[in-house]
């Protein structure tokens, strides 16, 4: 669970209802048909630039973003090298009852790869055509996400000129001028708002998610084909230290 | 046929005719002259632009994004895989009367070159200069919509410069300053209408339909140059699954 | 003569001309002292930011925008192929008097070269230079067209400051409001409908054209070192034949 | 310490100051709820598209900008040379009193592999890891800053608009509506200060900062590679000098 | 020196003040406060992206723009053809008495080298050492310069900014508005002024001149070492002449 997301996004909205109630009270800012037009519009626009298959994996990859706890890179290395020593002290048959103990599916996947007796090759390939579509799929969330971060602030523009318009039209009132430009300028705060505080950051925090599984995968990968050859428990572990900073190596244990 | 695309604008443009509709009434919103100068702009500065090819070209490829149907990978493998069947077992000739039940083109041209007995170099280069050209077309098209997308809402910027100037020296009759100024908005919104609905996004949709197309043909081309080379249907399945994610694979049957 | 650029230009006035006419007189959008702003600035910036021999080069380039008839490929394979028959027949020396016939002077350059007796390698480096010139001066032509496109809108924005300032300190005469306030939006005005109309699709067009003339030039040198090899007609025009569609092929006849 | 940044801050804030009290009194800019929208909806986006970790790394990040002492490179140079000639005379442990001198960490480091005998292949790919750490640690502030400079004024925006609807919700009171539009804009400029002033200058800063190092790092790398290999002082002084440019060359005495 | 930058400047600011001493006289659009806001806040954001060294150098790079004159191809294929006779004819050390008539310094040292003895390969990487930290001292100067043009506009918003609030908040006196409202504009004019005539275009003119330099700079470098090589005049001006247009080739003589 990534916590910085639901904090930022909490905060966010907290701050601008803050600013909103004590201002000028919640009601004023509740506008049903001009939200129609800013969540309508943008969500019609990623169905036109998108297939359906894309727009519908937003949703998912979006929980994702929230729900997926990153993984442990330390934790990784100290799993790889206990793996190593099973499997240099009871063979890779012995690693079997390991994949039911772990809860990493892309790991349990290569691990089983492993016990089946794949060649290292073949584990390689598969496991980085996974990890590629990983990305392609984190690429599409992230694109979906930066297209509805700049179709939402034109919407809400859109919103804004049918506004200023109904409102130039019947100017005869001049009492209800305010209450109209109000109304107008509503459907630009919408689309600004969601823009700035969702789509716009949830996009860099999908990227940054993508970057770091994919190093977290990279680092698996090298891990199983080590043990394929079956390499020490120490030379898994320093294969997979290079991808750790230094500050935190150190804290696995090699024990054979 | 992208049912996406066509449920995208429908809904789109409704949003849009109902805040309208219920906001000042659809009389109000109609002004030929501001369409005028929105859409010729910009399709003058398209002209200028493109050459009259390019530009004849962007209704037809508008067109196939809207009615071509996306081709089912699977279907192509399993396609390809009975073909290596026909080919090994009745040799190249008895795929000739399998072209004319193909559909695609693309396909049919391949299989055409391959009963013809051509060197598997000589097919395969012939292909790919035919991807390419698809490509081509395609990013032509990309581009044009970009253009337009762009310029759509510069000139309903003019457009509203205009209409602000001649409001302005008629500043004598106080009563038609707001019906003047709503006129003079329309053009602006026409074009961040236009452009928000249909060109930036359909120009997006073109970039992933190319890209979709693109890996289909690649594939198409590997399996017909597997059958040329005389690969039995299981390896041929294998050459072309590579392309497909492992969700999908597994329902092509190889039955020789 | 590229029609779609003058069409484009002619239109897009006529439609401008045609909104301002019905809208508020002619008059009213003609002011020479918003016109030298605008137009003054421009060029000013564009002097210090590039040479003045590229500043003049500038006129030139456009002018060959509109006048330059684009050259048929297919006709251009068709004059290869007769030109391969002369050289196999009667020799290169033959081909001098085919030489005064060609209107295309890179064409004519590259025989010259092929009947003085020079080595292939020499010609193609010499050839290539000169499509590397031709490119580097469309490029730079480009650059200032582009460079105006985003020069005219700020000296328009700069020139409605003017307008607003001086307004603004005269406010004693609130008649005197409108019409001082349409005059600031003049410069505005004449500044994005030149970049809009002219500057940003010229630019465009330049890069178009350079993209095709590059092409033409390759497939020239491509086919005058062929016939300096020695070539048969028909080995010419397969060569040749790699840079037109496949839709455009076919109609060049091979007669020796 | 870098003495251009806090000149450049203290400098920019004095002009606003100035400009502020002369013009209007500092009383009429301050105003807590307003910087309560921009600061806290900055942070907030800024939790969203990071994580927690790269959140918190931002403030010694920045610290280090303002603190960190900039390396010279003529003295990185002589010292190299003084431990080359330390080297050959004494032997390698000699230097091992020398690290204890030296307030550059990563030189030490260097220095210490050097002294405990390790193969110029692992002191070199082990500082070229820590060189690339520091780059991506760098790069990753420097693109949490460039994020905030982006959002702080679309938060400004975003007030502006809270306020402005606010305001014209009331317009009952004509008296308060040039007090209630001076507050709706002091998000804007808020927004816009701290992003020009100190978010979008500081991420530059970072960026120089980061190439500079980066060099240093380099410089040392070489330096302590070209000990290991046992060069004499006047090779290792040549090796570095490749860095530094003509001017500053030369103060560099070699004495053995 | 560079005539185009100086008719720029002058024009453009010749333009610009014409239409302010016709349109509301210079006093209206001379205002000190709104002056030091623009340009001090443009100068320390600055400071606070580039080191003190950079900013000091950004005046010494550009006065260079105006006042280095830009060299003759031409001219430095018939020196160095005159070169290679003195050098055949009497010998490399023939050539000092040379280095005291040339102008231009890169030569200057190129020659020292030669007469001096150097290896072709040491001549050649510390001239080319020399051309990269040109282009990267003027990739700085063009940097700073970019920043400057964008940050002049945004601190003149900011100024407004400042302007608009204070003025809204005296609206008691609705005399003051306009002259409030103009004096308000006045930054944003400036900062739009500046970037616009000064700071964005020469950052363009020093991408040329740079452009220019570096292949004036890369002739020198091949004539020299062609020099060295012992090569005839003749071979030295076709080494030269690939990179002089082929329409401004033919003026040198080759005289022996």
New interface residues.
Partial sequence: M????I???V??F???L???I???GLI??LHI?SM??VF??T??????????G??LSIFSVVKNTFLTK?HSPTLLVQQMVNFAAINRRDGALALEQEIRKVDNKFLAKGLQSLVDGQEEDDIRSLME??TM?MQQRHGDGKQILE?MGA?AP??G???T??????M????SSPDS???G??VA??T??YG??I????F???A??LG?YSKKEAVFMEMTVEGICSIVRGDSPTVVREKMQ?FV??KKRGEVKVSI
Avoid: C, R
Wanted: aromatic share 10%; no cysteine; net charge neutral.
């Fill in positions: 990534d916590i910085a997301t904090i930022g996004i905060l966010g907290g701050f601008i803050g600013a909103i004590t201002g000028a004023t800012f048909p129609i037009i309508g519009g969500f019609s626009s990623v169905l036109i630039h998108f297939s359906m894309q727009f990153s055509l996974e579509y297209f179709s034109a919407f523009m859109i919103g000129l049918i506004g200023l318009v109904a130039l039209k019947n100017l001028l305010g209450a430009m109000a300028l509503l630009t705060f600004s708002l823009a700035n505080i969702v716009i950051p949830l860099g925090k940054q290079v900073s230094s």
